[in-house]
């Protein structure tokens, strides 16, 4: 395969085996899309080098699997958002009570019969 261009559609429908696959690995399917297009990308720079020793869909899914592993590798040692920020400053809970007027009260049902509505709209 070394004289041919990358094949497209062979990539193509290995896609959504891969994508089940990352998500298994990944746990999250906005990580796996990720994976599947890095793996896209993967493939078609490294097409010259495959040797098809294996198959091509061997091949392509040990990409995945180590792409899948770096990226499990790598969030260990992301900082989480809580980590970058002092605590909160304590809130003071309050002293005056609010005119009624200040209040939200609940909702209007808008759900059942739009003749209900309209008879409801017009009685206020």
Do not use: H
């Amino acid at each position: 395969m070394n004289e041919t261009a990358f094949d497209e559609p062979l990539f193509a429908s290995l896609k959504p085996g891969l994508t089940s696959f990352c998500y298994r690995m990944l746990g999250s399917m906005d990580d796996a899309d990720d994976a599947v297009q890095e793996t896209s990308i993967r493939v078609w720079q490294s097409w010259s080098t495959f040797r098809q020793d294996s198959s091509f869909k061997t091949w392509v899914y040990r990409i995945a699997s180590n792409l899948c592993l770096d990226k499990l590798r790598q969030s260990k040692r992301r900082a989480l958002p809580v980590d970058l920020f002092d605590p909160a400053v304590a809130i003071v809970e309050p002293r005056d009570t609010l005119p009624d007027s200040a209040w939200i009260w609940p909702s209007p049902d808008f759900g059942g019969n739009p003749e209900d509505r309209l008879a409801r709209r017009l009685s206020f």
